[in-house]
């Protein structure tokens, strides 16, 4: 299990970007606010994945 995850990294980076940059579309291009919460949510689960937590999250 641990071999495949580190041959396929590349393409977990990949899908996991490409999902995040669609939604990011789609919460931009529809008037609701409902679609920007969600992505707001998914953007903090980012955050903590890339432990971008206290000092060390962007401004």
Same mark, same amino acid.
Do not use: E, Q, Y
């Given at each position: *299990? ?7 990294? =590349?393409?977990?980076? *990949?899908?996991? !970007?490409?999902?995040?940059?669609? @939604?990011? /579309? ?5 008037? !609701? #606010?409902? #679609?920007?919460?969600? *992505? =707001? ?14 000092? /060390?999250?962007? @401004?």
């Amino acid at each position: *299990m641990f071999t495949f995850i580190i041959n396929h990294f =590349t393409d977990f980076i *990949m899908a996991f !970007t490409s999902i995040v940059t669609g @939604a990011s /579309a789609l919460a931009a291009l529809t008037p !609701t #606010d409902k #679609d920007d919460k969600v *992505m =707001t949510k998914v953007k903090n689960v980012l955050d903590i994945c890339a432990l971008n937590v206290g000092n /060390a999250k962007p @401004a």
